[in-house]
């Protein structure tokens, strides 16, 4: 695992670029694997958090790479590890967009 971060920051430093390619991607993932459960505009469903907001952005603001982790290792809950490493990145970057950039800067407290 801990061979695989450096290229982990990497794929996560170049999905938060702001290019449209990576918010299309991430968008189009996110349709298919993940609204069902977070919601089409990431509000949460049920038992399923919501993706924006002030609890979810307290809990990882300054934590992509153990963001990238959780989603890469569990998700989605149906088919846990089955998205590629490009899949996972653009997720992230996604969520964080969505979060107003606010998850990649470090809180006070983290």
């Known amino acids: ?21 990576v918010g ?3 968008r189009a993932v996110y349709l298919a ?8 505009s990431f509000e949460g469903v049920e038992e399923a958090p919501a993706l924006t907001g002030a609890r ?9 790479v153990r963001l990238y982790e959780k ?5 989605p809950q149906d088919d ?3 998205l590629s490493q490009a899949d996972a990145a653009d997720l992230v970057a ?3 967009a969505a979060n107003h950039g606010r998850l990649a800067t470090t809180g006070a407290g983290n």
């Open 71 to 75: 989603i890469r290792r569990s998700m």
């Open 33 to 40: 694997r993940c609204a069902d459960c977070h919601g089409r």
């Open 94 to 96: 996604l969520v964080s």
């Open 1 to 21: 695992m801990h061979l695989l971060l450096p290229g982990v920051v990497a794929l996560l430093s170049a999905a938060a670029l702001p290019r449209p390619a």
């Open 80 to 82: 846990p590890g089955s």
């Open 24 to 26: 299309e991607r991430g």
């Open 56 to 64: 979810f952005e307290a809990k990882w603001r300054g934590q992509t």
